[in-house]
């Protein structure tokens, strides 16, 4: 799991969006550059839920910008790279990728059916030895064999998912038909390379994100090791979180201001209100004009952290 | 009704009431995937507690373990592929150009006159124009709400549905020829080629108008289980170029508004009401109550109602503006819908890109927006507050930020026509009030 | 029927217009608010040894400290500390706290913000002269050797905390009222403070 992707990571622009769609390149930003993003996909295992998302990982503008800076990724013009990458392919290509993908399916498809006979067999043998126990002491209750036998099989499913990162799909419920002919599985694969090449010509790469006035105190509170996540849901731009949010509560609500801007004061006192009430600080920041920014992590950034007084 | 209706926004499953937290708030640990997920086997999808969370990082080994553990299963829980097992596969193939019929005169069970020169890609076969993956082969239940049949059978997908498909691995969504280099520019047979995630969010966000915003909110309520359609709201831009059949045309429901207006019940009623008030209300400047015949108390409030309200009522239908249109219908999972004849629409949403409005709709912008919205008064036996949150009229704002998503129910209160005085018992104290207030702890 | 009722008499002003047209001549908003802000952490609060500074910023600004009758504020760590060494908060001689007393309405910005609390000494200035009195303070109060004792590594520990910044760096008390319609004489605190200071979690 810890592998660094072929750098730069490439950022994919679709209509004004930031994309991350490669597993490594989306685990590596989090482990190593303390970006999160937002996973906005739907996960294939378990469709039917929002709790858990899964790839695309959608990145603000900002985070875009702050990797560009810091030279681990690039923007891709995704829309023109795919048109032109797929319309340019030759025979050979075409032909090269279907037969991978077939092998991939092949592969895929034996592991499944194995699995699924493992499994099988595994709840079969499970269910016999109860049932011989059971019948051992069979003077005591009847009853408890049928009872037992689903629980039996559910737990073989717990111990299937717990020994897998791999595939191990129920799309289908069905038995597999007795061995002969093996179809491939058809596969949908998460990003284009290949067949396309993993880091796109030059004519496709983007020029630095645009940002908000924001993003001097988004950059200056990454430097400091502050994991930012957007915050409308909470009533902020930014939610500061000290470490991982997979791991950590967030401590700060931030909203930015500039430095000459009108500030009504009422937005700090309800800020700060709002922050104490869900045991966060209210973060209002935002850089000085007039002081040269010297090391691109904000360094002209002030930051005053707000709570209730509790009189 | 408006509360349940707001729990089921936030959590349709039947057991909404169990759960107070929206577990989607804040990142949740992904370790809590794996009990989900062969729940998720047994159609017994029943969501996972919320994960403990520290305050701060620590220098402890404990810590850190629990963290590359999260972090491990959140790798694998990505890595999960999209599938397609041969015996049920349902296959789509993109048509970049937009509905066109099949090339191929074998495909044609209707018609024997099928062209056997490929038509120009603008031809109308019966679907619409802002559609670009056809299914062939369409299997399973989420085409009964999703997409739409031409003559051949096939069924046309527009972006978001195609794309929402792929997503839960429910589509392989091929390339057409011509994008791959293997024929002509408007050949659409399929190639062969599978389109991956990238490719299929570079393809279909920012066709017809498809914004990611709006692609969150669709994606977010298909999950959970609600059918969306789009609304005639869904793009109004003049530059619009796919040219949306329903989007030039008057909002349908500001047409039904319209109609439904007063009504002549409403008029028959304000001519009683006007009978009834008129004699007593001559004195410019006498006294409110004269002299007279007073019936009762109610008689001598309705006299005092010198304030003019707001009536939602005779509101008249205005033209709502991006982004404050209803952009998508929403449907319960319960309601019955054809997707050839649909209902009226549980919910209607308007979705708005929280980094380019920044400020708060002015009540212009709403005003309009509900005006938009059909008449939907309260239930006349339902408890006051019920009935004041309820509203006249009602839509959703879907604030969308980076992806997140924020419901806000607005509703048309009608406070001026609730005649407090009328009230048949004495109003019990806490039908009056609101929520109950958060007390803000001292420390 | 109507006999004219001789008018009322015009009540005496409150204690705190009072207060706040004895405070200051001539009467600007600024001292206004700032008397008004004492005369609430004086009698509400039981604030003692109140003191005005006026600042002399780019706009019209006063600070006011004073004493309060316990801690307003501690930070997460430092209370850590305090629990990890059986010190409780009412063992600790208290601050002199800085308010910033504030109007609803008032034009402000960021950079007056960070003015102000430019001219706040900064903390490790003032430890350094308090900390021999609190020590002697300490002893002479009849506590426990080993009590005096773990106040004054307290204390030793606290310049430095102070200084590093790991304890919090500058913090006044934002002290803000509402005269809007007149007012009704609530005034509300919060804490703010410089930089990023993690939020206490009690």
């Known amino acids: 799991m810890n592998t660094t992707p072929e750098l730069p990571v490439p950022i994919s622009y679709i209509a004004g969006n930031y994309f991350v769609f490669s597993v490594d390149a989306a685990t590596f930003l989090r482990r190593e550059h303390n970006i999160c993003g937002v996973l906005t996909g739907t996960l294939p295992q378990v469709p039917q839920q929002n709790v858990f998302t899964g790839l695309p990982l959608e990145l603000m503008p900002e985070e875009a910008r702050l990797l560009v800076e810091k030279g681990v990724a690039c923007i891709v013009d995704e829309v023109n790279f795919q048109k032109q990458g797929m319309r340019s392919l030759v025979e050979e290509d075409r032909k090269k990728y279907l037969q991978e993908l077939e092998s991939q399916g092949l592969e895929t498809m034996q592991l499944q059916m194995r699995r699924k006979e493992r499994q099988r067999d595994a709840s079969l043998k499970k269910i016999e030895e109860k049932k011989a126990a059971a019948k051992a002491k069979k003077a005591e209750a009847k009853e408890d064999t049928t009872a037992d036998a689903p629980t039996v099989a559910e737990d073989s499913v717990v111990s299937l998912f717990a020994d897998s990162g791999e595939p191990s799909s129920h799309i289908s419920s069905r038995r597999p038909s007795t061995l002969g002919s093996i179809e491939p599985m058809g596969i949908t694969p998460p990003v284009s390379h290949p067949p396309l090449p993993q880091q796109p010509p030059a004519k496709h790469l983007l020029p630095l994100p645009e940002v908000q006035s924001s993003y001097p105190l988004f950059a200056h509170l990454h430097s400091k090791g502050y994991f930012l996540c957007p915050g409308l849901r909470f009533g902020c731009q930014y939610l500061a979180y000290p470490g991982d949010p997979l791991r950590f509560h967030s401590h700060f609500l931030v909203v930015s201001t500039e430095w000459d801007e009108q500030l009504d004061l009422m937005t700090v006192i309800s800020g700060g209100r709002l922050g104490t009430g869900v045991k966060k600080g209210f973060l209002i920041g935002g850089a000085n004009k007039n002081v040269e920014e010297s090391d691109g992590a904000g360094s002209n950034v002030r930051t005053f952290s707000i709570e209730w007084a509790g009189m | 009704m408006a509360d349940l209706d707001e729990a089921a926004i936030n959590n349709p499953s039947s057991d909404a009431g169990q759960i107070e937290v929206d577990l989607s708030d804040e990142t949740q640990d992904f370790r809590m995937l794996n009990s989900l997920s062969f729940l998720a086997d047994t159609n017994d999808l029943s969501l996972p507690k919320r994960g403990e969370k520290d305050f701060e990082p620590n220098p402890t080994l404990f810590q850190a373990d629990i963290l590359s553990a999260s972090r491990q299963a959140m790798h694998s829980a990505l890595s999960y592929p999209r599938l397609h097992n041969p015996k049920n596969k349902v296959i789509g193939v993109y048509a970049p150009n937009g509905p066109a019929p099949p090339p191929d005169p074998k495909l044609d069970l209707i018609s024997e006159d099928a062209p056997t020169e490929r038509p120009a890609p603008t031809t109308s076969i019966g679907v619409s124009l802002t559609t670009c993956v056809y299914v062939a082969n369409p299997k399973g239940g989420l085409f009964k709400t999703i997409g739409q049949a031409d003559r051949w059978n096939r069924i046309w997908l527009l972006p978001e549905e195609a794309l929402y498909l792929l997503e839960r691995g429910s589509l392989d969504i091929r390339w057409p020829r011509g994008a791959v280099g293997d024929g002509g520019e408007h050949n659409i047979e399929d190639s062969g080629i599978p389109m991956s995630l990238q490719a299929a969010y570079a393809s279909f966000i920012g066709h017809s108008g498809l914004t990611m915003e709006k692609f969150s909110v669709y994606t977010g309520l298909r999950r959970l289980g609600y059918a969306v359609f789009r609304a005639p709201g869904w793009s109004q831009s003049d530059n619009d170029t796919d040219g949306t059949a329903c989007s030039t045309e008057p909002s349908e429901e500001g047409q039904l508004a319209m109609r439904q207006g007063p009504g002549l019940a409403g008029i028959f009623k304000r001519f009683l009401q006007w009978l009834q008030d008129s004699p007593s209300t001559t004195a410019a400047m006498g006294p409110l109550i004269g002299f007279g015949f007073h019936r009762g108390y109610n008689h001598l409030f309705r006299k005092l109602a010198l304030i003019p309200y707001y009536d939602p009522v005779t509101a008249s239908p205005s033209r709502a503006e991006l982004p404050y249109t209803v952009a998508l219908h929403i449907y319960k999972p319960s309601t019955h819908i054809r997707k050839s004849a649909l209902p009226d629409p549980d919910f209607r949403i308007a979705v708005v890109n929280a980094r380019t409005d920044t400020d708060m709709p002015t009540l212009s912008q709403i005003g309009s927006l509900l005006e938009s919205t059909p008449l939907e008064p309260p239930a006349s036996n339902k408890p006051l507050y019920v009935r004041l949150k309820n509203g006249y009229r009602n839509v959703i704002l879907a604030v969308v930020d980076q992806g997140v998503v924020s419901y806000l129910r607005i509703a048309d209160a009608a406070f001026g026509k609730e005649k407090i005085f009328d009230a048949q018992a004495p109003l019990r104290g806490n039908k009056l009030r609101g929520p109950p207030r958060n007390k803000f702890k001292k420390r | ?202």
């Open chain 3, 1 to 202: 029927m109507t006999k004219h009722l001789p008018l009322p008499p015009v009540p005496n002003p409150s204690s705190l217009t009072t207060f706040v047209s004895s405070e200051s001549d001539p009467v600007t908003t600024t001292c206004a608010t700032t008397s008004q802000v004492i005369h609430n952490l004086q009698y509400q609060h039981l604030w003692t040894s109140l003191k005005v500074h006026h600042l002399n910023l780019s706009f019209p600004v006063s600070l006011i400290s004073g004493i309060p009758p316990h801690r307003v504020y501690t930070h997460p760590d430092e209370q850590l500390y305090m629990v990890e060494h059986g010190l409780r908060e009412e063992d600790v001689e208290l601050d002199r706290m800085f308010v910033l007393p504030t109007v609803q309405g008032q034009s402000w910005s960021l950079e007056k913000m960070a003015g102000v609390f430019d001219a706040l000494p900064s903390p490790g200035d003032e430890d350094a002269e308090s900390e021999a009195q609190s020590a002697d303070d300490a002893a002479t109060d009849g506590t426990t050797a080993d009590k005096a004792a773990k106040l004054a590594k307290y204390y030793e520990y606290r310049v430095k905390a102070r200084q590093t910044g790991e304890w919090g760096c500058k913090r006044l008390l934002l002290a803000m009222i509402d005269k809007g319609m007149g007012g009704e004489g609530t005034v509300v605190y919060y804490v703010a403070q410089e930089g990023t200071v993690k939020p206490r979690q009690n």
